[in-house]
């Protein structure tokens, strides 16, 4: 078989990658679930017409099909297509469930999602995500969108213990710049909002153009809302600073003024337990549609050219069944994204790349079941453990263990002689007696750990 070409956009970490990856995962679920989020997972296609309802592009969604279709025995469930997030599905896992959870719902989810859009820096195809939401039947308070934010924050924090960047969790309030456009005048509110969601990637000027053209701004209006974006602090403050904007332009509204108690609420008890991690940022928009309260966005300081690696919002009316309407609040992290930059940028490594921290050795090969007595004796005491593949001299068993990046090597005394078993650092070269039944390496060798690049 011909080495086959490697397919863009669907990331494949090496062991040692893997590793930090699954550190990450495990972080964040120990996160979560300190917090009281239960884990669910939903299947992995869901109806066309359902992912298409919050508007996504049909361009990145990937079509589920067989290759060859059985006439007698067609597909009678519609056409079928991978999620591209995991808001959609959990909405109609919601939907589906509603009469067995208990309300206010609070899932974490963490799966791969596939979007059909082009390759590069932290973005891809196949990649995964873990979110978190609580949602309610009829009403959530607000304080939720106060509490997911720091949960979040939580969770991050305690990746930079392993080198993880500084992070700023960017945060607005959609009835701040609602209430802000419609004291304006303005009446196509989602139209600024898409606008001003591409601030950061076509610059203020092509902004204001933008807004006069598919919002029906004028060119006051328009310089009005980018005044409104450039806002920003992580104190109430904030709060002050808008309001004088507003009174600059005669923005009045009773959405503004809703948003702004909210928003100072949220700005105000981050001050508190994440000082400095939580900033208002008045240009975050978030171009999707329906989020209606606060929005989020997650950036790593001194990484800000990759994005945002985890961003989410308020919903009201996401999920619905007629008769009770389902609001929520969520985030979302892209830990591919997270792991490409953790590994791309060299800012963590993986202390080894197999979990095996001992290699026993064989001393003859019609003796290997006394290797295996070994490793099984040592396994049963949760210690990782790998026999040697061959009888070879012991030198080239120990340069096996040091290629795989095992730190022991036990090697096996004589049956019946004065010498015992003994085992041996392979990195100081320390050789020491040892005892299946109660030897065990040192803690922070008996599993592969991830650690800051530097360390």
Known sequence: MARPTPLSGFPEWLPDGRIVEQHVLDVLRRTFELHGFAGIETRAVEPLDQLLRKGETSKEVYVLSRLQEDPENPDRGGRLGLHFDLTVPFARYVLENAGHLAFPFRRYQIQKVWRGERPQDGRFREFVQADIDVVAAGDLPYHYEVELPLVMADALGALREIGLPPVRILVNNRKVAEGFYRGLGLTDVDAVLRGIDKLDKI???????????????????????????????????????????????????????????????????????????????????????????????????????????????????????????????????????????????????????????VLV????????????????????????????????????????????????????????????????????????????????????????????AEA
């Open 203 to 357: 610059g203020g000027p092509a902004v204001a153009e933008l807004l006069v053209a598919e919002a029906g701004a004028t060119a006051d209006q328009a310089q009005a809302c980018l005044e409104l974006a450039s806002v920003q602090g992580d104190d109430e403050s904030v709060v002050d600073a808008v309001r004088a904007v507003a009174a600059r332009h005669g923005a009045e509204h009773t959405l503004l003024d809703e948003g702004l108690a909210e928003l100072g609420a949220l700005v105000r008890a981050a001050a508190q337990r994440a000082p400095g991690v939580v900033v208002a940022d008045l240009k975050i928009a978030r171009g999707l549609d329906y989020y209606t309260g606060s929005v989020y966005e997650t950036v790593l300081v001194g990484h800000e050219q990759l994005g945002s690696i985890c961003s989410g919002g308020r919903y009201d009316t996401l999920a619905s069944d007629g008769a009770t309407t389902y609001p929520g609040v969520g985030l979302s992290i892209g830990v591919s994204r997270l792991v490409s930059r953790l590994l791309g940028a060299g800012l963590v490594r993986a202390t080894r790349s197999v979990p095996s921290a």
């Open 361 to 452: 050795a064989v001393t003859d090969e019609a003796d290997r079941s006394r290797s295996d007595a070994v490793a099984t004796a040592l396994r049963s005491r949760g210690i990782p453990v790998e026999v040697a593949p061959s009888a070879a001299k012991f030198g080239k068993q120990i340069r096996h263990a040091d290629r795989r990046g095992i730190p022991f090597v036990w090697f096996l005394g004589q049956p019946g002689g004065d010498e015992g078993d003994q085992v041996k650092d392979i990195r100081s070269g320390e050789q020491v007696p040892a005892d299946a039944a109660s030897w065990a390496p040192p803690a922070d060798d008996l599993w592969p750990r991830v650690v800051p």
